[in-house]
């Protein structure tokens, strides 16, 4: 699902949840900044990580996203993968140029 503009994306939910006393039916991301990646530095683990940042970018507090039907949680996280694909070929690409992932046998 390509960002429709180049600075947001919007997810239908299939399961409308309630934030803040409203039914939201659909949730808009804005793209992400460096700022709103660090809110991941706060997870207790990737699925926490992953709920902080969807908020992040909702403008959502992140308790909000608890009641998330787990398959909306996934096609949230999916929308997300244009912005956050090149990031992650990047810190794959300085990786292996400089001898494999941290930890890796050499």
Do not use: Y
């Amino acid at each position: 699902m390509p960002p429709t503009p180049a600075n947001e994306v919007r997810v239908e939910l299939e399961v409308p949840i309630e934030i803040s006393g409203e039914v939201v039916r659909q949730l808009t991301f804005h793209r992400p900044k460096v700022r709103d990646l660090l809110v991941m530095d706060q997870a207790k683990g990737e699925v926490d990580g992953t709920r902080r940042l969807l908020a992040q970018l909702a403008g959502v507090p992140p308790s909000q996203l608890n009641e998330l039907d787990a398959a909306d949680f996934v096609r949230c996280s999916n929308a997300l993968a244009p912005w956050l694909a090149p990031l992650a070929a990047l810190v794959k690409k300085e990786d292996e140029e400089a001898g494999g992932p941290k930890g890796a046998a050499e």
